[in-house]
């Protein structure tokens, strides 16, 4: 029996003095990571260890936190032609993110994404493929994009743009994304549109948008800088390491205290309750009434922080004042318009509160299984203050909060975050965390007006474009850099809709001649058929194996310069410093052609930089604005990118603005109230805005909100597993990002996770008979799929309940394999599994319902039954994987 | 772009005799491989092609060390040991798992060997023996913990590599240091010179 297995180098080349440097940023996780490139030709001879040998000016072996190269850190590629050595490390010289030189085994082994035929990465995309005769062959990128243009103005022109869906990242460098949406928004203007994380384009956290928050105001000195820092669906080692390891852990053990929610525990967990800490053991779900505890616990001690209040939330005038907020046309309006959320301030909210069963400490801990004792000291934590002083406190969440109750957990940590003083103030802050980085930015809006969802109230929200491709209303379906159908809910189900469109669909290319080829696709978008269009980097199962008439070879990370931001909106230049592998060609290139194609006008750029130069004005006014750098370049005659390369791995923080004398200056944090800004406005064409010194609402203070568990608990109570089901939810490991597509191909992830596990609690694995190292069937009978694009008209007409008693819901089989590790870190009654591996999807288990107000599925919060189906390879080798905990400290 | 791309490493110093090298490595490793387990047996992921039958790693020409005795081990009690040499990060540990362990040797084949810094950025992980999971770490650095039954695989952490193993032989009672597995942090080779 063999399984994966790595055998390390154990000698590594050094770049030797005359080696070129390049700066860049971690290509994956929000935290990104400054690191630095080395790149010599082979032919060149490499460093020595001895100081003056070497491009880092060291003796070998270096000190701890030195200049190390691991053997994964070095690659092979091709630089004009020619092959070049390349070290990519962290830049220890770094005073920001990830100081000193931090930094995760993700970026760690940046260096083993690059292309090099040797390697796994060999089978990356290099040409355009079409389908042809059941097999996708390469094509020219001529013949490739003809025929994608003629099917796009065909489904365009017969079917409506709609019929036209786009699914991409939402962050892959700023240039991509705004060649994409101003293709799909701007030109096509379809409605049909969301990104790669929610089958709708809207908000993921709609309670931050209301109660006045921006996702990411806060900076990673203010995670550190918290006296209290309480951790919400999330434990940052086990997803944006560098973060905990930079930033928080160090803060700890000067002695912040710190809290984590969440149904497992894992190494960051472990380290806060081992050093004063508490960890929230709740069940799936359960966030909401546990957050109403705490809170009605803090305001019947009265620790809120009264003088935040007062001059910081809503009154009731406020609450309804202001145009374009309050009672007008906007998203929050229509929130608010069965009066489930608006208060009248604080007093109001209180009154609310206390009428709460759900706000009871009993039930609370009933509903979440965490106990009575640990709700009441978090309420300490938080708020209590100590020897007549209040601490501190910031609140940090991310998707096992915001994805298990979308509304509702969401309006519950903003008015929780409100009472406690967090927000507008150093160390003091309310914010996401963070996934991946934010490498967003619109060349379009959003046609809402031309979506067919309709919810109660007189607001249109964004198409659920699942729901809507299910229906069988989408006639071509154009997939960038993302798996989609295992990236949603209900995966399998969405899957049977794929191949029911496509692979069913009697319309199938049987021609090398490319009108024929694209009558094919005509007709079969016109019999009611899907046609699939993927562009990706390499081809991904199913959507592009099984799915794709074309394919489009995207060129990625150092294959082109790019420009992204971080979690504190910081800003920097990923540069190229390779050659695309083949043909592959940046995504901002694709579009264009196929835009022009298309007809469509503004799509002449030259290069990357063309891109970002355009795109700036757009991003004025928004939470990471980079017009400034724009404008300084072009004064001291350089480009955008030549500019902002001048920051190296610090980079600048958005949003930017530039002083008289020409000097750039950053946005430490928004919302901040300590921020002194020119009284006279903004010079020039600076942008001076709300949110850079108060919050983004009506008035510029945060709205206090209700948050009803009615609205969200006949789901929750369905999902509850029921006899022998146990809750299944599912999340970030740090060892894999995102699919795996660049791990499964770096030899040391594949041989640590060889496929998808599940998490068991011993209590639970052993009624089952199952022990680590067993092969299980997760399964369930019961997946929940919404169905039908319905017009809501009364209150409660997308609630789950109605939905299910009016039709509108099916249950689906669905199952995936895992291989089972039975740990205590995880709650009983509850598994965990990684989130999104593309053979064993996590989300096949979990419901495609939307939450009802928002419109995001509700990723976290599934169940299902599991048995064991025998042992496996890993259970008695010892080459590959690990089922000690991930808990030791 | 074509594939003119050479074999990763190119550092080999000229006069050693890459044969016989090689062909003792190959043993070695083979032997830590497969002496953990009756079943286990090496498959190189990362080669393709014309390159499958490479040694990955630039051969080396590890010393023989004594390092300790099968009769004095006791369960979970680690004893320290200097290998390849005595300079920087040379400080390993030597451990009866009490359980089966990859590369294990001894009649339970529970006895294995690791350096002791963490590949990571090189906290020493001396005194983070857990005889409850058979690991090493957390590194105080930045918590990465690694599992001794898995040949020093990361468990949870940062590091980018497993812990570096020490490569055992037996003799009698003897237990002899034959050679690494993985690079030493902070070293660019794990021999000087």
């Known amino acids: ?21 390049l700066t860049t940023a971690c290509d994956y996780c929000i935290v990104a990571c400054g690191y630095k490139v080395y790149r010599w030709p082979t032919s060149a001879r490499s460093g020595g260890p001895r100081a003056n040998e070497n491009a880092f000016n060291e003796d070998f072996p270096v000190g701890s936190m030195g200049w190390w190269v691991a053997p994964t850190q070095h ?9 070049h050595h390349v070290v990519v490390v962290p830049d220890h010289d770094t005073e920001v993110v990830n100081i000193g030189g931090d930094s995760s085994i993700r970026g760690g082994t940046l260096a083993g994404k690059c292309y090099n035929p040797e390697t796994p990465t060999a089978d990356r995309l290099q040409t355009p493929m079409i389908r042809m005769y059941g097999v996708l062959m390469p094509v020219s990128w001529d013949f490739a994009l003809d025929i994608a243009a003629e099917v796009s103005k065909h489904v365009i022109k017969n079917h409506g743009a709609n019929a036209y869906s786009v699914k991409t990242y939402s962050y892959q460098y700023m240039e991509n994304t705004y060649a994409i949406t101003k293709f799909a928004l701007r030109s096509i203007n379809t409605a049909n549109f969301t990104f790669h994380d929610t089958p709708s384009d809207v908000t993921s956290t709609p309670g931050f948008r209301d109660a ?28 944006k390491s560098a973060l905990f390891t930079s930033h928080i852990k160090p803060a700890i053990e000067g002695g912040q205290k710190a809290l984590m929610m969440g149904p497992r525990a894992t190494a960051g967990t472990a380290f806060v309750e081992n050093n004063g800490g508490l960890w929230l053991d709740t069940v799936p779900g359960s966030d909401l009434p546990v957050l109403l505890a705490i809170s009605r616990i803090i305001v ?6 009264s003088d935040w209040i007062k001059n910081w939330v809503n009154d009731k005038w406020g609450s309804s004042s202001g145009f374009g907020q309050g009672t007008r046309n906007t998203p929050w309006q229509w929130r608010t318009t069965w009066g489930k959320f608006q208060t009248g301030g604080f007093e109001d909210w209180k009154k609310w509160l206390l009428k709460q069963d759900v706000s009871k400490l009993s039930v609370a801990s009933k509903i979440s299984g965490c106990s009575e004792a640990k709700i009441k000291k978090a309420a300490e934590m938080l708020a209590k203050p100590v020897n007549g002083k209040r601490p501190k406190t910031s609140i940090m969440i991310e998707k096992g909060l915001y994805w298990s109750n979308n509304t509702g957990n969401t309006n519950a940590i903003s008015a929780l975050g409100i009472i406690v003083g967090a927000g507008g103030r150093p160390g003091q802050m309310i914010a996401r965390a963070g996934g991946h980085q934010r490498g967003g930015q619109r060349g379009g809006g959003y046609p809402r007006n031309k979506s067919p969802e309709k919810v109660p109230g007189r607001r249109k929200r964004a198409m659920d474009t699942d729901r809507y491709l299910v229906a069988g209303n989408t006639r071509l379906a154009y997939a960038i850099g993302t798996t989609w159908i295992q990236s949603m809910c209900g995966t399998q189900g969405l899957a049977d809709a794929f191949n029911e469109l496509v692979v069913n669909n009697p319309h199938q290319i049987r021609s090398y001649d490319k009108q024929e080829i694209i009558d094919t696709l005509k007709k079969r978008a016109d019999s009611g058929g899907m046609v699939v269009m993927n562009q990706d980097i390499y081809l991904r199962d199913p959507i592009g194996a099984r799915y794709a008439d074309i394919v489009f070879p995207a060129a990625t990370w150092g294959e082109e310069t790019f420009t992204r931001a971080n979690g504190e909106r910081r800003l920097r230049v990923y540069n190229k410093f390779y050659d695309a592998p083949g043909q592959a060609k940046p995504d901002w290139w694709i579009m264009a052609q196929l835009a022009k194609r298309m007809g469509f006008e503004g799509f002449d750029w030259k290069n990357s930089n063309d891109v970002i130069e355009e795109s700036s004005r757009f991003s004025r006014g928004g939470r990471k604005a980079f017009h400034m750098v724009k404008v300084a370049a072009h004064r001291e005659g350089k480009t955008f990118h030549e500019k902002l390369n001048e920051y190296g791995t610090t980079g600048i923080q958005g949003p930017t603005m530039m002083r008289e004398d020409g000097k750039l200056v950053g946005t430490v944090r928004l ?15 600076n942008m001076q805005n709300k949110k850079m010194t108060h919050f983004n609402s009506q008035t510029g203070k945060c709205n206090i909100q209700k948050a009803p568990w009615g609205l969200f608990s006949d789901y929750w109570e369905f999902i509850k597993p029921k006899k022998d089901e146990l809750w299944l939810t599912s999340g970030r490991i740090n060892e894999i990002w995102q699919s795996g597509f660049d791990d499964e191909r770096k030899p040391y992830m594949r041989q640590r996770w060889p496929e998808n596990f599940v998490e068991i609690h011993p209590a639970d694995a052993k009624k089952k008979g199952i022990e680590s190292g067993d092969r299980v069937m ?18 409660d007409d997308f609630q789950f309940s109605s939905l299910q008693k009016n039709g509108h819901i099916e249950y689906g089989k669905a199952a995936v394999t895992a291989i089972a590790i039975v740990t205590p870190a995880i709650k009983e009654s509850v598994m965990f599994m990684n989130f999104l591996d593309t053979k064993q999807p996590a989300n ?35 080459t590959s994987m690990s089922f000690a905990p991930r808990t030791i400290t | 772009m074509t594939e003119l791309i050479k074999s990763k490493t190119s550092t080999e110093k000229p006069g050693d005799d890459l044969a016989s090298h090689q062909k003792c490595m190959m043993t070695r490793r083979q032997f830590l491989l497969t002496s953990g387990t009756a079943t286990a047996t090496v498959m190189l992921m990362m080669k393709f092609g014309a390159a499958q039958a490479a040694v990955p790693a630039v051969v080396t020409n590890y010393p023989r060390k004594l390092i300790g005795k099968l009769s004095s081990l006791q369960n979970d009690k680690p004893l320290a040991f200097s290998y390849p040499d005595d300079g920087d990060y040379a400080e390993s540990l030597l451990v009866k798992l009490g359980t089966e362990g990859g590369g294990g040797v001894g009649p339970k084949k529970d006895v294995v060997a690791f350096n002791y810094y963490c590949t990571h950025q090189g906290g020493s992980l001396d005194g983070t023996y857990k005889a409850a999971t058979k690991s090493l770490g957390a590194c105080p650095l930045h918590l990465s913990t690694f599992d001794l039954t898995r040949h020093g695989i990361v468990i949870s952490g940062q590091a980018y590599q497993s812990v570096p193993q020490v490569l055992l032989e037996i003799e009698g009672d003897n237990i002899y240091a034959v050679g690494m597995m993985g690079l030493i942090y902070g070293r660019n080779s794990n021999l000087k010179g």
């Open chain 1, 212 to 239: 006045g928050f921006d996702n990411f105001g806060a900076a990673y000195k203010d995670w550190a800088d918290a006296e209290v820092l309480f951790m919400v669906g999330t434990d940052p080692y086990e997803t």
């Open chain 1, 778 to 795: 997760v399964y369930s009978d019961r997946v929940p799929y919404q169905k039908d694009t319905i017009l809501g008209i009364e209150g």
């Open chain 1, 1 to 21: 029996m063999s399984t994966p297995y790595y055998i390390p180098e154990d000698q590594v080349p050094l770049p030797p003095k005359n080696a070129e440097v």
């Open chain 1, 844 to 878: 096949a288990l979990q419901g495609r319902v939307v939450d009802q107000i928002s419109g995001n599925y509700n990723y976290k919060m599934g169940s299902a039954k599991v048995k064991k189906i025998g042992e496996s390879q890993y259970k008695d080798t010892f």
């Open chain 1, 75 to 83: 690659n092979v590629v091709m630089h004009d032609g020619k092959p």
């Open chain 1, 671 to 685: 919302h901040d109230i300590t921020r002194k800004l020119s009284e006279t406005g903004a010079a020039g064409i």
């Open chain 1, 300 to 305: 019947e001690n009265g620790w809120e922080d």
